[in-house]
């Protein structure tokens, strides 16, 4: 049986009772909302200057270290590397191969310490939280 005019009416009136019964549209969460431009502002300019902080005191920095026998001594900067080298004269009296490779070590040891205060410097700045090698990976840290 074909349907009615009746049948469409009813059809219509449904329809309209199935558009009130549809939830509004959910209010965004406070995370998806926009942001507030002046906080914004604020929270860049903060992370800047926290950012040129720990630059600054970067650049001052020079990581140390020396053989455990004391004749060879290393100091290591962040801008130029090997900044320091003292070689006790005993040290004259080793192997050149021996003195190159404890060189080395110790140029290596002097590098690590640099990489130790900056790590510290870092998390004094930006506490624990924070993880360099993951802002490299997603820099909406």
Partial sequence: ??????????????????????PAEPAEPAELAEPDAPVL???AEQRIAQAADVQRRVASMVGRAESPDGHVMAGYGS???LLELH???RAMRMPSADLAA??????????????RQIQQ??????????????ALRDPRC
């Fill in 87 to 89: 070689l006790d004269p």
């Fill in 1 to 22: 049986m074909p349907p009615s005019l009746d049948d469409h009416a009813g059809l219509a009136e449904l329809a309209d009772l199935a558009d009130l019964a549809e």
């Fill in 41 to 43: 502002a604020r929270q």
């Fill in 102 to 115: 404890t060189i080395l070590r110790v140029a290596d040891a002097a590098r690590q310490d640099l990489a």
């Fill in 121 to 134: 410097a870092v998390r004094e700045t930006y506490g624990d939280a924070f993880d360099p090698m993951e």
């Fill in 79 to 81: 801008a130029q590397g």
